[in-house]
């Protein structure tokens, strides 16, 4: 009997436009490997180069990676001051967002007016964005995630991320003996937090009629990937559509010296998303590559 299983497979790479290296390793993901999707940084050091990319790769869906935690805002910083520092630079990763959220030292609306900024720059230079994410998944701190419905339906962007990293691919993704496990540990205890803070987003997407994946996956083995996992998760994959989170890209002097430890992982991981082995373990296992324009479509 034939096997009539719908397997969709969304391979994400984050951080478009963080620098040039990042830049060309995505190019190399999508063009030679299984890359299929991409979010772009609107205030990301290497924006130029990273559009001509996506008008160079037509086959590549590019969704809106909203920022709060790194680099400089899009709007006018006077505009936005609870979510910048006096430097006019945004003021810290997701754990101090929350705590200001808690103290209810950052003014929501001034979120949403650097949404907008974010999402009209790449409107601007002629992108349509196929989803919006969050940058260190910010978008799914309490408040966000409406704010992202809210501005998604306001630019006629028809799907979103749902960050609620499902465990049987956490597991999955975890297969082989190379990678740190007191981070992997850590960063899986984050994705069950952040799936806590958020726990009515599918809910409210539905409700909003913005579309989504089934499953995602990718929080706990950020920078820790393996050709193992990869290979684990592709032989497990679920039916539906799936989405898994990646960080792709070549090391250059800019990624050397920009604030993320997410650096020689880069390259590793554009040689697994490239591995023969990986694409050919796709095609066996009848699974289709798609980015979120289809996700969209069917919703």
Known sequence: MANTTVRNLIVNADDLAWTEGVNRGIA??????????????????????????????PALGVGVHLNLSDGKPVSPPETVQSIVNN???????????????????????????????????????????TH????????????????????????????V???????????????????????????????RVLKLLARDARALAEAA???STDYFCGIAQTGELTIEGMKCLLQNLPEGTTEMMCHPGFMD???????????????????ILTSTDIRNLVASQGIRLIDYRFVAEKA
Not at 29 to 51: K, R
Not at 101 to 114: D, P, S
């Open 161 to 191: 991320r749902i960050s609620h990293e499902g465990s049987s691919l956490r597991a999955a993704l975890s297969a082989g003996e190379d990678q740190n496990v007191p981070l992997v540990m850590k960063q899986g205890v984050q994705a």
């Open 87 to 129: 430097r006019g630079e945004f003021a810290g990763g997701p754990e101090a967002l929350l705590l200001r959220i808690t103290r209810r030292n950052l003014r929501l609306n001034e979120v949403e007016i650097e949404w907008e900024s974010q999402i009209q720059k790449v409107v601007n230079a002629g992108i349509h964005p």
């Open 253 to 271: 002097k800019e990624l050397e010296e920009s604030p993320t430890r997410l650096q020689n992982s880069r390259e590793l991981e554009v040689q």
């Open 209 to 211: 009629g913005i579309a």
């Open 28 to 57: 190399e993901a999508h063009c030679n490997g299984i890359v299929t999707s991409a979010t772009i940084l609107a205030n990301g050091a290497a924006f130029a180069s990273a559009v001509e990319l996506v008008k160079a790769t």
């Open 132 to 159: 919006l994410d969050g940058h260190k998944h910010v978008h799914m701190l309490p408040g966000m995630f409406e704010i992202a419905l809210r501005v998604a339906k306001r630019n006629a962007i028809a799907a």
